[in-house]
């Protein structure tokens, strides 16, 4: 059974830092590409960044483009997101996603619970 724990979320100031994690379990990692995505108070689902099965090729939403990293470690099935310059447009419950190919052309398949992360002074 596939399983994505999101964590790391939490309250933090505007131009504050965050990492979230997310343990992945249930499938062969190192062969997937993974994403995240984000869903603020009342809107839809929003892609924000994406990495290649190898940790390669990191792609961004425009909105987060210079602020965010995505990275993987396949060793430890754990993927990251490094958050900052954190505004307060950037609340929302953030989801990291299993993608069904190797790269990031490809669709996804699964997604965790979510890890709630607000913005705000």
């Known amino acids: 059974e596939v399983q994505l724990v999101e964590s790391g979320g939490g309250l933090v100031q505007p131009g504050g830092s965050l990492r979230l994690s997310c343990s992945a379990s249930?499938?062969?990692?190192?062969?997937?590409?993974m994403s995240w995505v984000r869903q603020a108070p009342g809107k839809g689902l929003e892609w924000v960044s994406v990495?290649?099965?190898?940790?390669?090729?990191?792609s961004y939403a425009d909105s987060v483009k210079g602020r965010f990293t995505i990275s993987r470690d396949n060793a430890k099935t754990t993927l990251y997101l490094q958050m900052t310059s954190l505004k307060p447009e950037d609340t929302a419950v953030y989801y990291c996603?299993?993608?069904?190919?190797?790269?990031?052309?490809?669709?996804?398949?699964?997604r965790g619970k979510g890890t709630l992360v607000t913005v705000s002074s």
């Open positions: 996603a299993k993608l069904t190919g190797s790269d990031y052309a490809s669709d996804m398949d699964y």
């Open positions: 249930g499938f062969t990692f190192r062969r997937y590409a």
């Open positions: 990495i290649n099965s190898n940790g390669g090729s990191p």
